[in-house]
């Protein structure tokens, strides 16, 4: 069987590190919040919806009790203050303060075991909602089958949702099994969530609960008939990554892009927020049975692929100890990593080989994330096309957990039906015709590969180590991380972090630790 | 006359053979191949072999075809605008720029308006620059300032102001919808209005854009697919000793 033979010892102590620089974020998990995390409280709460001119609800309380500086107590105390005096919905005091017609401060003050009550009903029902969700995709796969492995992923992204249901469709029927609709290029760095079905988009479909229950609705229709439970995937990151963590779980969506350093490096997003923002973001994924994928192909895109591998495997391994902190497990971890060596490199598939075969094996148990080749892709199609045939190759041959499709015309345009139709026949004749290779073969005694995958393992451990020193804001801050300097106050969204009051109270945050016996 | 034509080639010259791949909505039928084959009529086409027919599901189909295509053209009558400058490797350019210019220059770039994507203006600037050459960043006369993503037009123009810029980079990489297009043309009006047009080159670049649209747009120059650092920074040290020469 072809197995890398890796240095224990060597994988320990990157473990050790990075376990070092993730724990080490406690009073940020402790004693803070953000805007968005008291926005996903106020969904969680049963808050939806949007004014006519498009400002959705959730955002409109938090500014409410951001401008009387009291959001340090929680959004959560507040609406079920207000609903225990008025003795009225989350969604009419949410629906009051809108129009300017409550203050959800001056309206009296209920005793603290009103609230309490009130926030521990609308907790109970909230997580029993998500939990449904949870026990009804479980049951799918246990009464259709678990995914074949490596799963193959493909992308919507026409912008408008219902010709997404479309090619959805379409693509499902003749093999996907997962279903990203790629979001629209400017969402990451809106502070709110669009609100409602969309048809115009640039570069992809807005994240909308809307267009989220629309989409799995209709691969819901397509997984009953053809008896295999298709997944829906989409992006849980930028500055609204717990809000959209949260209609991810109320939808059933079933992975969530979700990387905890991302948003900071390739988004100048502040790093405080991102990383406390992940940390319930996460939380939820886990509470919902979501499978996360990280980002770490975008080291590779901007940097080379040979002379920063060790980055990824970096970068995969900080992302399992934040992963875990927040609940989530080893199998629902998509770690990721590319395949995006320069195709003129002799022995670059050697190369691609050792990085995959080192990713899969320092995460044995996680459904590892593969990205195809976009960097050399180029308006030769059928270049494209045969580089994706060598991609899906390394795929089915590492036994790779989800096989993100390469697209012949990826450096052209968003896939058009047929372009995604000849990417799932590709990976399909490959995935067939080398089903069972790896087993046959084996590594050549100090062979190149085995050396390969334990030089980058050693490159990533040295780096984490030495990340783990200084600390990661000032590892950021010194440009450690893809070249890109990121210090600690800078970026977009540090003035939604906020300390909390010794009163602050968020019910799903609590619960949910309990449940999952998180400390 | 005639024989100066040329047609798309095959493997006789003059045969017109080309191939297509297009997909409609209709089903992998007989009614499907033949709502193919009209559309290639309909396009002049003539000799129409559907060689290929892909069932899509949901009413859709694939159809991979060759035809012959009566359309020809004269390489006589073609003009292309192109950037016709020199390309200069690293040094020489270094070297160029201290002989005709004397000084660093500035050049500030972004990707604007919505676009999120970067890679293509990191190639050009960043200092590991792609495929072996080096970003602009690396230049010993160039003092190159990244914005990076999603940069409003607003800002590129009034860093380009504050740091006395000689070029402004645009890059652009979405064009869904044409949205290339409307943000390059905000850019270009606003530095009208603003006075600074003339001022400084505006280039523009991304894997939808050639020379003659960076032209028709109000660029100075545009670079497409498989442009580098070298084709940019070469066009600007030449462009701006130029500009120098004729004062």
Same mark, same amino acid.
């Not at chain 1, 930028?238 to 900071?264: F, H, K, Q, S």
């Not at chain 1, 995958?453 to 780096?463: D, G, K, Q, S, W």
């Not at chain 2, 020379?211 to 697919?225: M, N, R, S």
């Given at each position: 069987?072809?197995?890398?033979?890796?240095?224990?010892?060597?994988?320990?102590?990157?473990?050790?590190?990075?376990?070092?620089?993730?724990?080490?974020?406690?009073?940020?998990?402790?004693?803070?919040?953000? *805007?968005?995390?008291?926005?996903?409280?106020?969904?969680?709460?049963?808050?939806?919806?949007?004014?006519?001119?498009?400002?959705?609800?959730?955002?409109?309380?938090?500014?409410?009790?951001?401008?009387?500086?009291?959001?340090?107590?929680?959004?959560?105390?507040?609406?079920?203050?207000?609903?225990?005096?008025?003795?009225?919905?989350?969604?009419?005091?949410?629906?009051?303060?809108?129009?300017?017609?409550?203050?959800?401060?001056?309206?009296?003050?209920?005793?603290?075991?009103?609230?309490?009550?009130? /926030?521990?009903?609308?907790?109970?029902?909230? /997580?029993?909602?998500?939990?449904?969700?949870?026990?009804?995709?479980?049951?799918?796969? @246990?009464?259709?089958?678990?995914?074949?492995?490596?799963?193959?992923?493909?992308?919507?992204?026409?912008?408008?949702?219902?010709?997404?249901?479309?090619?959805?469709?379409?693509?499902?029927?003749?093999?996907?099994?997962?279903? *990203?609709?790629?979001?629209?290029?400017?969402?990451?760095?809106?502070? &709110?969530?669009?609100?409602?079905?969309?048809?115009?988009?640039?570069?992809?479909?807005?994240?909308?609960?809307?267009?989220?229950?629309?989409?799995?609705?209709?691969?819901?229709?397509?997984?009953?008939?053809?008896?295999?439970?298709?997944?829906?995937?989409?992006?849980?990151?930028?500055?609204?990554?717990?809000?959209?963590?949260?209609?991810?779980?109320?939808?059933?969506?079933?992975?969530?892009?979700?990387?905890?350093?991302?948003?900071?490096?390739?988004?100048?997003?502040?790093?405080?927020?991102?990383?406390?923002?992940?940390?319930?973001?996460?939380?939820?994924?886990? &509470?919902?049975?979501?499978?996360?994928?990280?980002?770490?192909?975008?080291?590779?895109?901007?940097?080379?692929?040979?002379?920063?591998?060790?980055?990824?495997?970096?970068?995969?391994?900080?992302?399992?100890?934040?992963?875990?902190?927040?609940?989530?497990?080893?199998?629902?971890?998509?770690?990721?990593?590319?395949?995006?060596?320069?195709?003129?490199?002799?022995?670059?598939?050697?190369?691609?080989?050792?990085? @995959?075969?080192?990713?899969?094996?320092?995460?044995?148990?996680?459904?590892?994330?593969?990205?195809?080749?976009?960097?050399?892709?180029?308006?030769?199609?059928?270049?494209?096309?045969?580089?994706?045939?060598?991609?899906?190759?390394?795929?089915?041959?590492?036994?790779?957990?989800?096989?993100?499709?390469?697209?012949?015309?990826?450096?052209?345009?968003?896939?058009?039906?047929?372009?995604?139709?000849?990417?799932?026949?590709?990976?399909?004749?490959?995935?067939?015709?080398?089903?069972?290779?790896?087993?046959?073969?084996?590594?050549?005694?100090?062979?190149?590969?085995?050396?390969?995958?334990?030089?980058?393992?050693?490159?990533?451990?040295?780096?984490?180590?030495?990340?783990?020193?200084?600390?990661?804001?000032?590892?950021?801050?010194?440009?450690?991380?893809?070249?890109?300097?990121?210090?600690?106050?800078?970026?977009?969204?540090?003035?939604?972090?906020?300390?909390?009051?010794?009163?602050?109270?968020?019910?799903?945050?609590?619960?949910?630790?309990?449940?999952?016996?998180?400390? | 006359?005639?024989?100066?034509?040329?047609?798309?080639?095959?493997? $006789?010259?003059?045969?017109?053979?080309?191939?297509?791949?297009?997909?409609?909505?209709?089903?992998?039928?007989?009614?499907?191949?033949?709502?193919?084959?009209?559309?290639?009529?309909?396009?002049?086409?003539?000799?129409?072999?559907?060689?290929?027919?892909?069932?899509?599901?949901?009413?859709?189909?694939?159809?991979?075809?060759?035809?012959?295509?009566?359309?020809?053209?004269?390489?006589?009558?073609?003009?292309?605008?192109?950037?016709?400058?020199?390309?200069?490797?690293?040094?020489? $350019?270094?070297?160029?720029?201290?002989?005709?210019?004397?000084?660093?220059?500035?050049?500030?770039?972004?990707?604007?308006?919505?676009?999120?994507?970067?890679?293509?203006?990191?190639?050009?600037?960043?200092?590991?620059?792609?495929?072996?050459?080096?970003?602009?960043?690396?230049?010993?006369?160039?003092?190159?300032?990244?914005?990076?993503?999603?940069?409003?037009?607003?800002?590129?123009?009034?860093?380009?102001?504050?740091?006395?810029?000689?070029?402004?980079?645009?890059?652009?990489?979405?064009?869904?919808?044409?949205?290339?297009?409307?943000?390059? $043309?905000?850019?270009?009006?606003?530095?009208?209005?603003?006075?600074?047009?003339?001022?400084?080159?505006?280039?523009?670049?991304?894997?939808?854009?050639?020379?003659?649209?960076?032209?028709?747009?109000?660029?100075?120059?545009?670079?497409?697919?498989?442009?580098?650092?070298?084709?940019?920074?070469?066009?600007?040290?030449?462009?701006?000793?130029?500009?120098?020469?004729?004062?």
């Amino acid at each position: 069987m072809l197995k890398l033979h890796l240095h224990q010892q060597t994988v320990e102590r990157a473990r050790k590190a990075a376990r070092g620089i993730a724990g080490s974020f406690d009073w940020l998990f402790r004693d803070y919040s953000s *805007a968005t995390i008291e926005r996903t409280v106020i969904r969680m709460l049963g808050i939806d919806g949007a004014t006519s001119d498009g400002k959705p609800l959730p955002n409109m309380v938090v500014e409410h009790l951001k401008a009387r500086n009291v959001l340090n107590r929680g959004s959560a105390y507040w609406i079920a203050n207000a609903m225990a005096i008025k003795g009225i919905t989350a969604q009419e005091a949410a629906e009051q303060v809108a129009r300017g017609e409550l203050d959800l401060v001056s309206c009296g003050t209920a005793s603290q075991d009103a609230i309490e009550d009130i /926030l521990d009903q609308l907790s109970d029902s909230m /997580l029993a909602h998500i939990q449904a969700q949870k026990e009804h995709r479980e049951e799918q796969f @246990a009464k259709y089958g678990p995914r074949r492995q490596p799963a193959i992923y493909v992308i919507v992204a026409t912008g408008n949702i219902h010709e997404d249901v479309k090619q959805a469709r379409a693509a499902a029927i003749e093999g996907a099994d997962i279903i *990203a609709v790629i979001r629209s290029t400017a969402q990451s760095l809106l502070d &709110y969530v669009p609100y409602g079905a969309t048809t115009v988009g640039f570069g992809g479909t807005y994240a909308t609960q809307e267009n989220f229950r629309i989409m799995r609705a209709a691969l819901d229709e397509v997984t009953a008939q053809e008896k295999r439970y298709i997944s829906l995937t989409n992006y849980a990151s930028g500055l609204c990554m717990p809000e959209i963590a949260v209609m991810g779980a109320i939808e059933r969506l079933d992975l969530m892009l979700n990387d905890a350093m991302y948003g900071i490096l390739f988004r100048d997003i502040n790093p405080k927020r991102t990383l406390l923002d992940q940390y319930f973001a996460r939380m939820i994924n886990a &509470y919902a049975g979501i499978e996360i994928q990280t980002g770490e192909d975008n080291y590779l895109t901007t940097s080379d692929a040979i002379e920063k591998a060790y980055t990824v495997t970096a970068s995969q391994l900080l992302n399992e100890q934040f992963a875990l902190i927040s609940g989530i497990k080893p199998e629902k971890m998509g770690l990721g990593h590319a395949f995006e060596i320069n195709p003129e490199i002799e022995n670059c598939f050697t190369y691609e080989l050792a990085h @995959a075969m080192l990713t899969k094996e320092l995460f044995p148990n996680s459904p590892v994330k593969y990205m195809p080749p976009t960097k050399f892709a180029s308006g030769n199609i059928f270049k494209t096309h045969l580089m994706d045939a060598m991609f899906n190759f390394i795929g089915q041959l590492t036994g790779q957990g989800v096989q993100l499709l390469g697209m012949m015309t990826e450096a052209i345009h968003t896939p058009h039906i047929a372009d995604r139709s000849l990417a799932i026949e590709n990976a399909q004749y490959i995935f067939n015709a080398v089903k069972d290779l790896g087993n046959e073969l084996s590594l050549a005694p100090d062979s190149f590969i085995n050396n390969r995958a334990n030089t980058v393992l050693e490159e990533a451990t040295f780096f984490l180590e030495k990340v783990a020193e200084e600390g990661l804001f000032s590892a950021m801050a010194r440009g450690e991380f893809a070249d890109i300097k990121r210090p600690e106050n800078g970026g977009k969204g540090l003035d939604g972090v906020f300390r909390k009051d010794a009163s602050y109270m968020n019910p799903f945050l609590t619960k949910m630790k309990a449940e999952m016996e998180l400390a | 006359m005639k024989n100066k034509l040329i047609r798309p080639y095959g493997d $006789t010259l003059g045969d017109g053979k080309i191939q297509f791949s297009f997909s409609l909505p209709m089903p992998a039928t007989e009614e499907g191949r033949e709502a193919a084959r009209l559309i290639l009529r309909q396009m002049g086409c003539e000799d129409i072999d559907i060689c290929g027919t892909r069932d899509l599901n949901e009413g859709f189909t694939q159809f991979i075809a060759y035809a012959t295509c009566a359309a020809a053209v004269d390489p006589q009558d073609i003009k292309v605008k192109t950037v016709d400058t020199p390309v200069m490797d690293m040094e020489e $350019t270094d070297d160029f720029i201290a002989e005709h210019i004397g000084r660093e220059i500035t050049v500030v770039g972004a990707c604007i308006e919505s676009d999120a994507h970067t890679v293509g203006i990191d190639a050009i600037m960043n200092m590991k620059g792609y495929n072996h050459r080096y970003g602009l960043e690396r230049y010993q006369y160039i003092n190159a300032i990244n914005l990076g993503a999603q940069v409003p037009s607003e800002e590129l123009l009034r860093r380009a102001r504050e740091e006395k810029a000689d070029a402004i980079l645009v890059s652009q990489v979405v064009t869904q919808k044409n949205i290339h297009l409307k943000n390059l $043309t905000k850019l270009i009006e606003l530095a009208e209005a603003e006075g600074l047009r003339h001022q400084m080159l505006f280039i523009c670049g991304g894997p939808r854009i050639s020379h003659e649209l960076a032209i028709e747009l109000g660029y100075d120059a545009g670079f497409g697919t498989g442009s580098y650092s070298t084709d940019v920074a070469s066009f600007i040290a030449i462009t701006l000793a130029g500009q120098r020469d004729k004062h």
